[in-house]
C-alpha cells in the first residue's frame, strides 16, 4: 500500500528514526555486513521499501538504484531476485529509468531472462515493459529478446506466459503465436 508523507512521519516519530535515516542504516549494514544471508534480508527489505513512490527520492540519494543493479550481476540467484525485484518497483519513476538507462541497466536486466529463478524473469519482463521506449527500442526489442520471449509464451506459468505475450504485442507490435 502506498503511503502518505504525513503517515510516514508519524510513524516514524513513534520509533525516534525518520524513513531515511532508517534506509540509510539498512544500506549502511548491507556495505557493512559479511554475512551473506545478512545481505539478501536487507535487500529484500530494501525491494519492499522501493515498491512505494514516497521512498524513491531517499532511494535515489542513497543510491540503491545503482546497488540494485549492481546485484542483478551476482552470483548468488537471491541477490539476483532481490535486486531485480528492486528494480522492477523502481523503474516506473522517470528518474528511476534515466539512472537505470544511464548504467547499462537494459542489458543487466536482460541478461536476467535466462535465469532459472522463474520469478527473476517474471520481474525482469515486468521491468522491461516498463523501460521500454522509442529510444531504447534497439534495445529492448532485440532479436534475442524476441525470440526469448516467443519461447516464454509457450511456458506452463501462466505469468510467465502472459507477461511474454504482453511484451510482444506492447513493447514489439507482434501478435500472439
Known sequence: MFSTEEYVERKSAASGRGRFDYLQALVTEFQDTDS???KVQI???LANFSY??????HLRKLNVVDLFLDMISEDDADLVKFGIGGICNL???KENKQIIAENDGVELIIKCLSSPDEETVINAIT?????SSHSNKSE??????IECMTKFQSSSNIRLRNLAVIYLQDCCGLKEK
Do not use: F, M
Open 91 to 93: 523503474c516506473l519513476d
Open 36 to 38: 551473506q544471508g545478512a
Open 127 to 131: 521491468a522491461l515493459i516498463y523501460l
Open 52 to 57: 512505494d513512490p514516497i521512498n524513491y527520492g
Open 140 to 145: 529492448t526489442a532485440s532479436e534475442d529478446v
Open 43 to 45: 535487500l529484500a527489505n
